[in-house]
Structures are given as C-alpha cells and as structure tokens.
C-alpha cells in the first residue's frame, strides 16, 4: 500500500502535469476570451494546489525535496498574487497583498541563506541542489516580492498594468511548473536520450518568449487609470 509521501508525491506531479497543459492553453489562447478564463481558473486551482503538495513534501522529505518546499511557496503566492492583481480595484485587496508579500519576503531571505550556506560546502550543494538554484528562486521571489510592494502603495493602477502583473506572475508560476516537468525532477520520466538532447529546455523558452510578447502587446497600449479603493 503506497505511503502518504507517495501518494502526496503522485498527486504533486499529476496536478503539476494539469497546471503545465492547461497553462499552456491559457497562455497561447487570446486574452479575456472564455478559453483563456477557463483555462487560467483551472490553472489556479492545479497550481495552487500542487505548489502547496510541493512545500508540504520538501518540508517533510527535506533530505532530498527541500528546495521544492521553496519553490512550492513561491508558485503558491504567484498564482495567488496573480489573481489579485486582476481584482486589485476591489474592497480589502490591499491586505492580501500584504500577507502575500511578506511571504515572498521571507521565503527570498531564506532562499538566499540557504544559497550562501552551500557555497560554504565542500561541493556547493545543499540536500542535492547547486548554491545557483537557490540563488535563482531567491531573485523570482525577490522581484515578486517588489512587485507586490508596487502594487500595495501604488496611488493608481491603470488596467495595462494590472494586466501586466497578472500575466508576469502567471507565466513564471507556469515557468517553475514547466521547470519541474521537463528539466526538474519530471525528467526522469523521459528516456535519458531525450534529457541529454536539450529538448526538454524548448518548454521554458517557449514560455519566456510568449510572455515577453504578451507584456508587449500589453503595456504598448494606452493606458487607462483605475483608482485604489
């Protein structure tokens, strides 16, 4: 009978694989259209849920999970956050902003600790992880945790960036989905002469350059102001 990690880890990849096909979707469809919504709820709920089953496995298996645990954390507040920057116009949205860029505050300063400490190791690996990756996922929650700052004491927010935030914050929670599927821990799953093509990586770069082209057509247009409540 499978164990409670197991079963955590399958329903972590399974959600991971949903977030990663349904983002997919939501990303290539047009904006505002009922296949883009659809898609970016379902994405919500499947990546939301599989950062959550990620932090939870790092924390308990953090011999061999624990950056996930970081990682988990940091998808969990971007889809979050990307949700609110949607509704930033509505009654109380301000304090989860707050909560949430508290959270990327202190997982960022953990992430950086954990990244010095293992240059301070014999091989610059901490429980399997180079000091780089640390590093990496400290700077996405770094610039999460300033951009949920802007959003918080910012006077005025036209819809351009609104729609701007929410996108970044999506395609790099889609990112580390990705991340994970193809060249993370997900993988292993692919014979090993796939994973030594480089092919795997294609995803990643297919999702930054559509990211950079939606942010363009985004913030190209006028923009119009919406008040803080």
């Known amino acids: 009978m499978p164990t409670p990690d197991i079963i955590a880890l399958i329903a972590h990849v399974t959600l991971g694989t949903l977030a990663v096909i349904v983002g997919?979707?939501?990303?290539?469809?047009?904006?505002?259209?009922?296949?883009?919504?659809?898609?970016?709820?379902?994405?919500?709920?499947?990546?939301?849920?599989?950062?959550?089953?990620?932090?939870?496995?790092?924390?308990?298996?953090?011999?061999?999970?624990?950056?996930?645990?970081h990682a988990g954390i940091l998808g969990a507040t971007l889809v979050s956050s990307g949700v609110l920057a949607v509704r930033i116009h509505a009654h109380g949205i301000k304090k989860w902003f707050i909560a949430v860029a508290g959270l990327n505050f202190l997982n960022a300063f953990?992430?950086?600790?954990?990244?010095?400490?293992?240059?301070?190791?014999?091989?610059?690996?901490?429980?399997?992880?180079?000091?780089?990756?640390?590093?990496?996922?400290?700077?996405?929650?770094?610039i999460a945790g300033v951009g949920d700052i802007r959003m918080i004491f910012g006077a005025q927010i036209s819809n351009r960036q609104r729609i701007a935030q929410h996108l970044l914050r999506m395609c790099i929670g889609f990112f580390i989905a990705a991340g994970s599927a193809f060249t993370g821990p997900g993988a292993?799953?692919?014979?090993?002469?796939?994973?030594?093509?480089?092919?795997?990586?294609?995803?990643?770069?297919?999702?930054?350059?559509?990211?950079?082209?939606?942010?363009?057509?985004?913030?190209?247009?006028?923009p119009t102001l919406v008040a803080r409540q």
């Open 188 to 222: 292993s799953a692919f014979p090993e002469v796939v994973q030594n093509s480089g092919i795997l990586s294609l995803p990643e770069l297919a999702i930054i350059i559509l990211m950079l082209f939606w942010l363009w057509k985004t913030l190209r247009r006028r």
């Open 110 to 142: 953990s992430l950086f600790i954990a990244g010095w400490y293992a240059t301070t190791l014999p091989n610059a690996y901490l429980f399997g992880f180079a000091a780089e990756d640390y590093f990496f996922l400290f700077g996405m929650a770094a």
């Open 24 to 69: 997919a979707i939501a990303l290539a469809s047009r904006k505002g259209r009922k296949v883009h919504t659809n898609a970016g709820r379902v994405f919500v709920v499947s990546m939301g849920a599989a950062s959550v089953l990620g932090a939870v496995l790092g924390a308990l298996k953090y011999e061999t999970f624990w950056i996930t645990f």
